[in-house]
């Protein structure tokens, strides 16, 4: 579901990420204070980068 909606992994992509801790973690990894957080998850998985993902 989430990939439907989705640009591929690009150098000019960016994905805005922000929900629940749980929603979070499972998307984009945790945001670890005000840094962005190591990126993980299924955005990790379809090949997305740190630089094409900003968590809120």
């Not at 801790?21 to 998985?45: F, V, Y």
Request: glycine share 14%.
């Amino acid at each position: 579901m989430v990939v439907k909606g989705l640009p591929g992994p690009s150098d000019d992509t960016l994905i805005l990420v922000c929900g629940p801790p749980g929603l979070m973690k499972h998307i984009s990894g945790d945001k670890a204070n005000r840094s962005q957080g190591e990126l993980t998850g299924i955005l990790k998985d379809l090949g997305y980068t740190e630089e094409m993902v900003y968590k809120f």
